[in-house]
């Protein structure tokens, strides 16, 4: 059975956090001055703020746009040349040239320390506490600290460690920071439990973290390599913990690919390690709206709650969809691609739909799109009383003309930067539960499921220096094949690196997972649309310029990353 955490009132707890200060500082107020609280509240009060940086690292601002708009996956152009300019941060970010005065670097890079910093604080403050779960929360804060860690280390090129709440952080970078993470997962590896996940760190989370991490061993001992050198060593780990994984028989791949990411999807035996989103813990996140229209409107009860036209996929990506599945349309021959849920898409005299079974469609949203009409705030009906559905324009825009059409080309031009360029992705569900669907997103943030195990699994297998291309193949064949709910994918015939890659990209767009993807396969040089940078030193993004000012009066304690 699944376990939540209840969060007290933890401002009782954690009085002061540093946002943005390198050395993690925090005040801890003695638990004696919680009064009223048992020690089982106590516990939980100071584990819970440990897992709650996880949203905040997650926002469709932060950590994805980082992971995504940074790839040949996602490009986030100036709206109408209104919406979306940000100072071109996204622009930039796109582009490779990123500064140091970056806001969503910085938040991201704000959210992320406060973790560690509270992870620290739960393992000094958790010692004392006489509740029998107080052991398994000081592993699980060990386990997000080193977790935190491997963001900081994928992200800008360095882990700070620190044990006791008086120190200074101490930087690691390279190996040192490689067997950091590693120790930490390996010390609570034994601790943590096996069924409090998947929003909580489990035995199985804590493989699935270690084989990420030797995985891509090769890019954090040397990131700016001209080429990753893949120890046979590593990879063995790889697939000792992806075996682990796998034989505990406590997962399972999910025959419907989209019910990976439906509001419900906390139960999904896929997932593994997720940022728990659930209604009743304040589920936050926004990942449904983001790439819509601002004028498809998800939910009959809710007027208002509509999309933000933000990014869309590259061209180039989807000519991989494309190519990959000829003579068929990926939409027929691959359930990843698209699921359609309104049936006017195929049958245009399927116009009027009852509102409780209203749902849009999921996927890479192309073409013409269709949905609910808003006039003057309320949404027009049949004759019967059921929701009139038609073709969509613009009007939250402006542009009643301008067919809400979205078109594969999509760049960073006057004309490509319309609000009806590019094709968009709904693969997260909007959310049918929350109060407006728009701010408040129920789904489960995935950040390890079981399909990732095979794949890393086959990559591993297939990067040896004698390769396993029949057993590589095998698993990535299961995959392929484990969406039964409709026709599955078509299994390969044969498989490499370049075909793993892209066997990636179909299973694990928009999560987040891309340019990590893209470093390790060496293609994050490459050139796709508006973007031509081969700059190797951009695999690692800017330290925020705060974060630098902040350490100041530490000479030579923080330095920017090389060509910031």
């Known amino acids: 059975m699944t376990k939540k955490l209840v969060n007290v009132p933890i401002v009782l707890v954690f009085l002061f956090i540093m946002t943005g200060c390198t050395k993690l500082n925090e005040q801890v107020l003695d638990e004696s001055s919680v009064t009223g609280l048992t020690d089982k509240q106590i516990a939980e009060g100071i584990i819970a703020p440990v897992y709650a940086r996880l949203p905040d690292i997650f926002l469709h601002t932060n950590y994805f746009a980082m992971q995504e708009i940074s790839t040949d996956e996602a490009i986030l152009p100036y709206r109408g040349g209104t919406d979306w300019g940000d100072n071109g941060i996204y622009l930039a970010l796109h582009k490779h040239e990123t500064t140091s005065t970056d806001p969503n670097v910085r938040s991201t890079?704000?959210?992320?320390?406060?973790?560690?910093?509270?992870?620290?604080?739960?393992?000094?403050?958790?010692?004392?506490?006489?509740?029998?779960?107080?052991?398994?929360?000081?592993?699980?804060?060990?386990?997000?600290?080193?977790?935190?860690?491997?963001?900081t280390l994928d992200l800008f090129g360095l882990v700070f460690v620190k044990d006791d709440l008086g120190e200074t952080s101490k930087i690691l970078?390279?190996?040192?920071?490689?067997?950091?993470?590693?120790?930490?997962?390996?010390?609570?590896?034994?601790?943590?439990?096996?069924?409090?996940?998947?929003?909580?760190?489990?035995?199985?989370?804590?493989?699935?973290?270690?084989?990420?991490?030797?995985?891509?061993?090769?890019?954090?001992?040397?990131?700016?390599?001209?080429?990753?050198?893949?120890k046979n060593e590593d990879m063995d780990k790889v697939i000792e913990y992806c075996d682990k994984i796998i034989a505990s028989n406590q997962y399972a791949l999910a025959p419907e690919y989209f019910s990976l990411f439906n509001d419900n999807n906390h139960t999904n035996k896929e997932l593994i390690f997720a940022v728990d989103q659930r209604n009743d813990l304040n589920g936050h996140n926004r990942m449904a709206y983001f790439s819509l229209s601002g004028d498809q409107f998800p939910l009959p009860a809710y007027p208002?709650?509509?999309?933000?036209?933000?990014?869309?996929?590259?061209?180039?990506?989807?000519?991989?969809?494309?190519?990959?599945?000829?003579?068929?349309?990926?939409?027929?021959?691959?359930?990843?691609?698209?699921k359609q849920n309104l049936s006017i898409y195929s049958n245009p005299a399927d116009s009027c739909v009852d509102a409780a079974s209203f749902n849009i469609n999921r996927g890479i949203l192309r073409g013409q799109q269709y949905g609910l009409i808003r006039r003057n705030g309320v949404f027009l009906k049949c004759a019967n009383g059921k929701m009139l559905v038609a073709k969509l324009f613009h009007d939250t825009r402006n542009k009643p003309t301008l067919p809400v059409d979205f078109t594969e080309q999509i760049d960073f031009s006057v004309a490509g930067s319309n609000y009806?360029?590019?094709?968009?992705?709904?693969?997260?569900?909007?959310?049918?539960?929350?109060?407006?669907?728009?701010?408040?997103?129920?789904?489960d943030i995935v950040i390890l499921r079981l399909a990732d195990i095979y794949l890393m699994r086959a990559e591993a297998k297939l990067r040896k220096s004698t390769p396993n291309a029949v057993a590589a193949l095998a698993d990535v064949n299961v995959v392929r094949g484990a969406?039964?709910?409709?026709?599955?994918?078509?299994?390969?015939?044969?498989?490499?690196?370049?075909?793993?890659?892209?066997?990636?990209?179909?299973?694990?767009?928009?999560?987040?997972?891309?340019?990590?993807?893209?470093?390790?396969?060496?293609?994050?040089?490459?050139t796709w649309t508006e973007k031509s940078n081969s700059d190797k030193l951009k695999r690692i993004f800017p330290i925020p310029q705060t974060a630098i000012d902040g350490a100041s009066n530490l000479p030579g304690y923080l330095t920017q990353n090389a060509s910031y």
């Open 304 to 338: 208002s709650a509509n999309g933000t036209d933000g990014p869309a996929i590259t061209p180039d990506f989807y000519r991989t969809w494309v190519d990959a599945n000829l003579p068929l349309d990926p939409a027929v021959s691959d359930p990843r691609f698209y």
């Open 483 to 526: 969406r039964t709910a409709t026709t599955p994918a078509k299994p390969l015939a044969s498989i490499s690196l370049d075909l793993l890659f892209r066997e990636r990209g179909f299973e694990f767009y928009w999560e987040c997972l891309r340019r990590t993807d893209m470093i390790r396969f060496g293609k994050y040089e490459g």
């Open 420 to 443: 009806n360029t590019g094709y968009r992705v709904e693969k997260y569900e909007f959310s049918r539960t929350s109060v407006s669907g728009r701010n408040f997103g129920e789904p």
């Open 173 to 230: 970078r390279g190996e040192q920071a490689l067997e950091y993470i590693k120790s930490e997962l390996l010390a609570v590896e034994p601790i943590v439990e096996t069924t409090t996940g998947p929003g909580r760190l489990t035995k199985a989370g804590i493989w699935g973290l270690l084989a990420r991490l030797y995985l891509n061993a090769a890019v954090y001992r040397d990131p700016f390599a001209a080429s990753f050198t893949f």
């Open 109 to 151: 890079w704000n959210n992320i320390t406060q973790g560690i910093s509270r992870a620290v604080t739960a393992i000094n403050a958790l010692p004392t506490n006489s509740d029998p779960n107080a052991k398994i929360f000081i592993a699980e804060a060990r386990g997000m600290r080193a977790y935190y860690s491997m963001l």
